[in-house]
């Protein structure tokens, strides 16, 4: 079952279930309106926008969805790739106009190219939803870009979903990290197999980092804000 990719392909045939159903073990169950995906530059939160304006040179588009960012992109002249592990997300980008789509998954794909951009939009940093596979992201990333290369991402402080009244934290035993999340996608009546997804605040970010890079906050919207990432 492909959640996301048969309700952008549905989308694009006027043939929709209006929403993306989000199961979680840990948060209130939620929503995706299918259309989020399809947003265009003036729909897109300032927190994407910030990024697409410092965007430079080549640019990878990670888990890029039905490709909203790299059509901005494109437009705008940059040489932008689409990647994404997702079959009808690819169909879908395609359709829609993406020059470059990559069917695969991020930490598997072997390529010789480089890049100056690597994109991560819509929380996409959290790809994997563990420590470990933050580091494997940063240095998955930083194999594909070039010397002064730069990481793009937004992402968002959950930390207010586990808030009480009194201003303290209950967080659910099993978790060790506020920002991790285990989530369930459903579309008409079909569902995916459970997925870790990590929501990172920007201390975390700073400490999972370490020294050998830099962080800057971009933009802020809070809970939400925009990164980038550079080598030292
Ligand atoms: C939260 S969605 C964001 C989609 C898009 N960036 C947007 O802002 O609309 C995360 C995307 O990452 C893709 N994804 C997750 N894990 C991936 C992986 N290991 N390799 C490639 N794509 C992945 C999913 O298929 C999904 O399209």
Redesign the pocket.
């Known amino acids: 079952m ?1 959640a ?2 048969n309700a952008a392909l549905d989308f694009l045939n006027n043939d929709h279930d209006e929403f993306i159903y989000v199961e979680s073990k840990t948060m209130e169950d939620d929503v ?1 309106p299918v259309e ?2 399809f ?1 265009s530059l003036d729909q ?1 939160p300032d927190c ?1 926008q910030k990024a697409i304006e410092i965007t430079k040179g080549k640019v990878l ?9 790299c059509l901005v992109l494109q437009e705008k002249g940059l040489d932008t790739t689409m ?4 079959p009808g ?1 690819c169909q879908a980008s395609i359709k829609r106009g993406v020059k470059n789509v990559i069917e ?6 072997k390529t010789d190219q480089k890049f100056d951009t690597l ?6 940093i959290g ?2 939803g563990s420590f470990e596979l933050f580091q494997k992201t940063i240095d998955r990333s930083f194999e594909l870009l070039n010397e002064g290369g730069q990481i793009l991402f937004d992402s968002t402080d959950i930390a207010f979903c586990y808030e009480l009244e009194d201003g303290s934290l209950s967080l659910p035993l099993n978790l060790d990290y506020t920002g991790f999340v285990e989530f369930k996608l459903k579309y008409k009546n079909q569902e995916d197999s459970w ?1 870790n ?1 990590a929501y990172y605040d920007a201390d975390k970010i700073i400490e999972l980092l370490g020294d050998a890079y830099n962080f800057e906050i971009i933009h802020q919207e809070e809970p939400a804000y925009t990164g980038r990432i550079t080598k030292k």
């Open positions: 492909d996301f990719g995706i989020h995906l947003r897109m994407e588009d990670v888990g890029g969805g039905v490709g909203s960012h990647l994404d592990f997702s997300l695969a998954d991020f930490f598997k794909w994109l991560f939009m819509m929380n996409g790809i994997g997925f997804w």
